[in-house]
C-alpha cells in the first residue's frame, strides 16, 4: 500500500511531454559560469502514470470528506462546497494585487462586510483580515498592544498566559519580545485567581485567554478577571482560534476583551491544510483602532477603497491584503448560515461534544467536571495498569477508520485525550466513534499486546516519532548524490 516516488518509477522509455511552441525566442545566451553542467534529474513518466501516482496518493490521504476528524482544538468541521464556488468565481479568483481598488470594488466590499460581520460576532470595534493563521493573529494583536502602551510612554514588559494555554500564546508573546508568565489553573480547570491577583502588576501589558478554555471549560469567573487586569492597565486578549462554542450566545468584547483573534479555517469552515493557507483576523476595541496594520478597508460614499494613511498604524503584516480566498469562504459560510444558523451551529457543537463526552463515562477518565462547551479533555491514564498510553488509543482509532483526537494537550492534563466532535457530525458518527473507543479499551484490557501493534491495516504502522521529529529527511536523492 505504499508508492513509489515519481523519481524512482521515472523511465527513459516514457514519451516526452508534447508542449506548444513558446512563441518566443529561445533565451539569449547565458553566460558559461551560469549554466547547468548537466540537465536537471527529473522525473519521466506518461500522462497516465502520473495521473494515477497522484489519485494512489490521494487515496493514501486521511481527510475531513472522508471520515471523522475529532481533532481537539482544531475545530476539524465539514468545508462546505458552497464556499469552494463562491472562492473559484472568476471575478475572485483571478484578482491581481496591484488591481486599482476602482477595479475591484466587489472584492474590496466582500472584505469590508465581511468585516462588520466578524464585529457583530466577536463584539469589537474594527479587524484586521491581514493576518495569516491563528498565530500569526495573536502576534500581530500583541503587537498593537505594545504599540498601545508605548504611545502612553509605558513600556510593559511582561505577558500573563495560562498553563493550560495552546502553545502560540508564548510563543507570540516572546516573538513580541515580551517576558511570559505563567499563571496556574485551580483544581476546577479555570484560571487560579489568586495566583493571577499575584502575578498582575504595573509591568503587565495584557493577559492572553482562551474561553472556553483548552480543557473545553467555560471561564465564570471573566467579569471579575476582565476588572482586575484592566485595573493594572494591561489590556486582555482573547484567543478566539475557535469560537464555536459562544456564536450568537455570548461575546468576547462583552465579556472586557480588549482584543481578539479568530481562526476563519476552524470556526468559519475554510479548510485547514498542510500547514496553511489559514486566516486569522484580529478584532480590536476602540483604543487599539490607532493601531491595525494598514492598509485597512474603508467605505466612502458607497465606494470602497484602501487606506494607508494611518499614521500609528503598526505597518503591514501579511503581503497584500490577507488570504483573499479563505475570506471568501469564511464570508460565503457567514452570509449562507445567517446568525440564527450560526448561533444555532455552536448549541450543536456544544450538545455533540456533551453527547460523546458522556457515552465516555467509565470508559476513560475524565477529570474535570462537566458539562464541557465544544470540547472536552479525557485522560487515558485509567489504561495505565495495562501499560497502555493515550497514544495507543490514538493508534487503535486509526485502525477503526477515525482520525486520532489530540493527544498530550493540554500539558497539565496527563495522558490528554482532547475530543472536539464539531456540529457538523451525525449520532451516528458519534456513536460509532464511542464504540471504537470502548472496544479500545477492552483490547487494552483483553491484549495490550495487540493494541500496541495497531495500525496494522494502514500504509505505514507505529513510526519512530522521536527519529522523525530530530532526523527528518526531507529530500529525495539519486544515488550517490549528495547536498
Ligand atoms: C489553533 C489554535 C491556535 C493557533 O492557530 P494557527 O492558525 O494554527 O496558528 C491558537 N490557539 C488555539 C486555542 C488554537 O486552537
Not at 41 to 55: G, N, Q, T
Not at 345 to 366: C, F, H, I, T, W
Request: aromatic share 6%.
Amino acid at each position: 500500500m505504499t508508492e513509489e516516488l515519481t523519481f524512482e518509477k521515472s523511465h527513459p522509455s516514457a514519451p516526452p511531454p508534447r508542449l506548444p511552441e513558446a512563441g518566443v525566442e529561445a533565451a539569449p545566451r547565458l553566460p558559461a559560469n551560469l549554466l547547468r553542467k548537466r540537465p536537471p534529474a527529473l522525473p519521466r513518466l506518461s500522462e497516465p502514470e502520473v495521473m494515477r501516482h497522484y489519485s494512489r496518493l490521494a487515496s493514501l490521504n486521511y481527510s475531513i470528506s472522508e471520515n471523522f476528524y475529532p481533532l481537539g482544538s482544531c475545530t476539524m468541521k465539514y468545508n462546505p462546497v458552497a464556499n469552494e464556488q463562491a472562492a473559484r468565481l472568476p471575478g475572485f479568483a483571478e484578482l491581481h494585487p496591484y488591481q486599482d481598488p476602482e477595479t475591484i470594488q466587489g472584492a474590496l466590499e466582500l472584505m469590508w462586510r465581511l468585516e462588520r460581520a466578524l464585529c457583530e460576532i466577536a463584539g469589537v470595534d474594527r479587524i484586521t483580515l491581514q493576518p495569516a493563521a491563528g498565530a500569526h493573529g495573536e502576534w500581530t494583536a500583541l503587537r498593537m498592544i505594545q504599540a498601545y502602551h508605548l504611545a502612553r510612554g509605558e513600556e510593559r514588559s511582561e505577558v500573563i498566559v495560562p498553563d493550560a494555554a495552546h502553545g502560540t500564546n508564548p510563543a507570540s508573546a516572546a516573538l513580541c519580545g515580551f517576558r511570559v508568565v505563567e499563571v496556574k489553573s485551580a483544581p476546577d480547570g479555570r484560571v487560579d485567581v489568586g495566583d493571577l491577583e499575584a502575578k498582575l502588576s504595573n509591568r503587565v501589558a495584557a493577559l492572553m485567554l482562551t474561553n472556553p478554555n483548552t480543557l473545553g471549560l467555560f471561564e465564570r469567573q471573566i467579569l471579575e478577571v476582565s476588572e482586575m487586569v484592566h485595573a493594572t492597565g494591561a489590556k486582555l486578549y482573547y484567543d478566539g482560534a475557535n469560537l464555536n462554542a459562544l456564536m450568537g450566545i455570548c461575546r468576547p468584547g462583552d465579556m472586557g476583551f480588549d482584543a481578539v483573534h479568530m481562526n476563519l479555517h476552524k470556526t468559519f469552515t475554510t479548510p485547514h491544510g498542510g500547514g496553511g493557507p489559514g486566516s486569522g483576523p484580529v478584532g480590536v476595541k476602540a483604543d487599539l483602532v490607532p493601531f491595525l496594520p494598514r492598509p485597512t478597508v474603508e467605505r466612502e460614499n458607497g465606494r470602497f477603497f484602501l487606506d494607508s494613511e494611518r499614521p500609528q498604524s503598526i505597518g503591514r503584516v501579511r503581503s497584500f491584503y490577507g488570504n483573499f480566498g479563505m475570506l471568501v469562504r469564511a464570508f460565503t459560510y457567514i452570509q449562507a448560515m445567517g446568525g440564527d444558523g450560526l448561533t444555532q451551529a455552536s448549541k450543536d457543537a456544544v450538545l455533540a461534544a456533551n453527547y460523546v463526552r458522556k457515552r465516555l463515562e467509565g470508559v476513560l477518565d475524565l477529570p474535570h467536571e462537566g458539562p464541557c462547551m465544544h470540547e472536552f479533555v479525557a485522560s487515558a491514564r485509567n489504561l495505565a495498569p495495562q501499560g497502555i498510553k493515550a497514544l495507543d488509543l490514538a493508534k487503535g482509532l486509526l485502525e477503526r477508520g477515525f482520525y486520532a483526537p489530540t493527544v498530550y494537550f493540554p500539558l497539565i492534563v496527563p495522558e490528554a485525550v482532547m475530543v472536539e466532535p464539531t456540529e457538523t457530525e451525525s449520532k451516528a458518527t458519534l456513536d460509532a466513534f464511542a464504540e471504537a473507543v470502548k472496544e479500545i479499551v477492552e483490547l487494552a484490557r483483553t491484549d495490550p499486546d495487540e493494541l500496541r501493534a495497531e495500525p496494522r491495516s494502514l500504509p505505514v504502522g507505529r513510526l519512530d516519532e522521536v527519529r522523525a521529529a530530530r532526523n527528518p529527511v526531507l529530500r529525495w536523492r539519486p544515488d550517490g548524490e549528495s547536498d
